[in-house]
């Protein structure tokens, strides 16, 4: 099992797409669409759009272009996130279920949460 929060869920969710053995991950305020992410960060920072060999080799990396892993999962994120947008975890949640209801992954989302971890999210995770 994999838990990472912020960086560490983008990391988290990389390793777990390129090991589908894991038994299961928690990303908390990261993101498992690591080119959206990329694109959303670039433009809130103001810097210019990535060049096509940073988008072939980001998306060689990106959880979005692996195989589905069959493990559950769980990724939590606050609403008003303003360091890691909420986007890409939306992104990948509809990536991983197809647009249907998926019964072994959870996606909460936390109403009037930036990018920290609350009491709610703490007790949802235990």
Avoid: C, W
Avoid at 19 to 42: D, H
Avoid at 85 to 96: M, P, R, T
């Amino acid at each position: 099992m994999l838990l990472g929060v912020s960086m560490g869920g983008f990391i988290a969710n990389g390793i777990y797409a390129n090991n589908p053995e894991i038994a299961g991950l928690i990303n908390i305020n990261g993101s498992g669409s690591f080119l959206l992410s990329e694109i959303i960060f670039r433009e809130i920072d103001s810097r210019p759009p990535l060049s096509s060999e940073e988008i072939e080799k980001l998306i060689s990396y990106d959880p979005m272009t692996k195989t589905k892993a069959f493990s559950p999962m769980l990724l939590m994120h606050g609403e008003e996130d303003t360091v890691v947008s909420i986007k890409g975890q939306e992104d990948y949640y509809a990536y991983l279920s197809g647009g249907t209801e998926a019964t072994d992954i959870k996606f909460l989302k936390y109403e009037s949460i930036n990018h920290t971890i609350s009491e709610e999210m703490t007790e949802d995770l235990i």
